[in-house]
């Protein structure tokens, strides 16, 4: 089969590569319908984030059973499956409290001697434990299927921003980042309840779609001044809730910076900036929360799909274009150069 | 009257200052009764929290209204009152919502121009936003007088503690910090219903205290070895919720390690290590929150002290000497020293 394979900093390549195959009774395999490239593929990408070469990548897919092994019982061949971007048993103690990201047998799509998702097959571990059945009709729906992929990742991952920041009926929010995950929590905020959702962007583009998903103000400036305008926008005050979802230094220090007294960071921004833009002494005069971190999204699949089913969630408008999978490279060079937002891949 | 007044590092004394009195109608004269020396005095004594030469220094006390303001209508002169340790207007909406501590109007005891804990009488501004009235017969005892001068700072800075690293019924907590703040931390652990309280610390007389306030286990490791030992006594898992109560670099390092992945660490510690103990990446790989802060005393006393009254919690065993006010600096030099863990000021 065919499959994205990362050699190093700027070189993804789409190479030949084993068959995926059930190897354990609790396998299964998927054939890919659509994939796409996170923002956090990037890291990588740029060589800020180690991969060994030749290792696969790509973490976000949903397509069809092609096989399972003989202990899987939850999907069966034929079925239209999304997967959230890591797996997990679904029987751990941490599992079942909803934080599967913490599973011991868990494991990252692209690890070394897995699959990743940008490619034709994938080898699920753990298939019961991962896999959520998507309804069958919606593989003739396009713009459905494009909203469900958003599931793998990052709107599982904008919702866990907008729980972790505590986002509340009334709150006043406010999203650093404008990327698809900073998108999407605009998406969450909403959902929530929020009041008033402030996002900070400055790719009209990228703002058009936070304001079609709820954001009643936007901020294009940065740093201090980007403090200063969402004080003026607050009374002074500042956000209840703060969704940070860039993942630098600068993007943690405005989010703390912008949180209210007594409010929360939400943070899902991959950090790699260390803990230099976490201003602990802010934090403590003022009681501002940090929480966050890697969303656990198969705990969250099954309330936001019955939402995006139900129509009254669309996360589709954050792909902005589409390649074939010979076109993941030219994917990756548009969206390192902010050309492309989010970059779908279909087969 | 007489008061203490720090003049630099290693260098409080006890000497004559203005009497307090009443400058705007909202202000109340409070004789002090009963005073103490915090840990937090010491990051001053030590010269690691700057102060103006001659500042006054202390921020817990109760004592009897002696003066009140015209406009003051919650206590009358001749009432036994609590003070927290910062007053607050009680009228904002950060009062309202329980936050106190971020009133625009408030202000921490010894601050430059206000007078400190640590005196005969003290100034109290919007004395009907700030102080607490206890009942009358307390006066007359010494151990419940004792207990009731902890809601000023310790006993509500280790609730605000709990509260904040999600203590619940059944949970698994860790407190790092075996001074009062972390006793204390123990106590309102326990009274919120936590199974099993692992204390960090190893002076034996204080986590004697810990056993009696609660704590199931003691670790007297410190570092790594204080990390393993935890991890041991939790299956490998850590704790569900972890107070941090000292406010190194150190022990913000600890905590975070000891913390359960989708824990919260609960830092009321006063920073003075920077950021540096905080482990970003490690927060985000297991989803431990950080939060706490400045209490908010004047929130939980009404709560607080419900309880302590009714002798369901005793936080006077965290007090371990007293002096009268001449005896003052001596007691800065046993906590500095780490003989005494409290000293209590009587007048």
Same mark, same amino acid.
């Given at each position: 089969?065919?499959?994205?394979?990362?050699?190093? $900093?700027?070189?993804?390549?789409?190479?030949?590569?084993? /068959?995926?195959? =059930? &190897?354990?009774?609790? /396998?299964?395999?998927?054939?890919?319908?659509?994939?796409?490239?996170?923002?956090?593929?990037?890291?990588?990408?740029?060589? @800020?984030?180690?991969?060994? $070469?030749?290792?696969?990548?790509?973490?976000?897919?949903?397509?069809?059973? %092609?096989?399972?092994?003989?202990?899987?019982?939850?999907?069966?061949?034929?079925?239209?499956?999304?997967?959230?971007?890591?797996?997990?048993?679904?029987?751990?103690?941490?599992?079942?409290?909803?934080?599967?990201?913490?599973?011991?047998?868990?494991?990252?799509?692209?690890?070394?001697?897995?699959?990743?998702?940008?490619?034709?097959?994938?080898?699920?571990?753990?298939?019961?434990? +991962?896999?959520?059945?998507? $309804?069958?009709?919606?593989?003739?729906?396009?713009?459905?299927? +494009?909203?469900?992929?958003?599931?793998?990742?990052?709107?599982?991952?904008?919702?866990?921003?907008?729980?972790?920041? &505590?986002?509340?009926? *009334?709150?006043?929010?406010?999203?650093?980042?404008?990327?698809? @995950?900073?998108?999407?929590?605009?998406?969450?905020?909403?959902?929530?309840?929020?009041? &008033?959702?402030?996002?900070?962007?400055?790719? +009209?583009?990228?703002? /058009?779609?936070?304001?079609?998903?709820?954001?009643?103000? @936007?901020?294009? %400036?940065?740093?201090?001044?980007?403090?200063?305008?969402?004080?003026?926008?607050?009374?002074?005050?500042?956000?209840?809730?703060?969704?940070?979802?860039?993942?630098?230094?600068?993007?943690?220090?405005?989010?703390?910076?912008?949180?209210? !007294?007594?409010?929360?960071?939400?943070?899902? *921004?991959?950090?790699?900036?260390?803990?230099?833009?976490?201003?602990?002494?802010?934090?403590?005069?003022?009681?501002?929360?940090?929480?966050?971190?890697?969303?656990?999204?198969?705990?969250?699949?099954?309330?936001?799909?019955?939402?995006?089913?139900?129509?009254?969630?669309?996360?589709?408008?954050?792909? !902005?274009?589409?390649?074939?999978? !010979?076109?993941?490279?030219?994917?990756?060079?548009?969206?390192?150069?902010? +050309?492309?937002?989010? =970059?779908?891949?279909?087969?």
């Amino acid at each position: 089969m065919r499959a994205t394979v990362i050699h190093g $900093p700027n070189d993804v390549r789409v190479e030949e590569v084993p /068959d995926a195959a =059930v &190897r354990t009774p609790t /396998d299964a395999v998927v054939r890919v319908v659509l994939a796409c490239i996170c923002g956090s593929d990037l890291w990588a990408y740029r060589g @800020v984030a180690q991969r060994q $070469p030749g290792q696969r990548i790509g973490h976000e897919f949903l397509g069809v059973v %092609e096989a399972v092994g003989a202990e899987v019982g939850s999907v069966r061949v034929g079925d239209l499956v999304v997967a959230p971007f890591v797996w997990s048993d679904g029987t751990c103690d941490f599992c079942r409290e909803g934080l599967h990201t913490s599973c011991p047998d868990g494991g990252f799509w692209g690890s070394v001697g897995s699959d990743g998702g940008q490619g034709e097959a994938v080898r699920v571990p753990y298939a019961d434990g +991962t896999l959520v059945r998507l $309804p069958a009709e919606a593989a003739g729906d396009e713009r459905l299927l +494009t909203a469900l992929l958003a599931l793998s990742d990052v709107l599982a991952t904008g919702h866990h921003a907008a729980l972790a920041a &505590r986002v509340r009926p *009334g709150a006043t929010v406010a999203v650093v980042g404008d990327g698809a @995950v900073g998108l999407c929590g605009v998406l969450a905020a909403k959902r929530l309840g929020a009041e &008033r959702i402030i996002a900070l962007g400055r790719h +009209t583009a990228r703002t /058009d779609i936070a304001r079609s998903f709820g954001a009643t103000d @936007v901020v294009a %400036e940065r740093g201090e001044a980007a403090i200063a305008a969402v004080r003026e926008l607050t009374r002074g005050h500042g956000a209840h809730a703060v969704l940070e979802a860039v993942g630098t230094e600068d993007s943690m220090r405005t989010a703390i910076s912008i949180a209210r !007294d007594g409010g929360a960071v939400g943070y899902v *921004g991959v950090p790699h900036g260390g803990s230099a833009g976490v201003d602990i002494g802010q934090m403590f005069n003022r009681n501002v929360a940090l929480a966050g971190g890697v969303a656990p999204a198969r705990a969250y699949i099954p309330e936001l799909l019955a939402d995006v089913l139900a129509g009254t969630i669309d996360p589709s408008p954050v792909f !902005d274009r589409s390649v074939t999978l !010979d076109g993941v490279p030219d994917g990756y060079r548009a969206m390192d150069e902010r +050309t492309a937002l989010k =970059v779908r891949i279909t087969f």
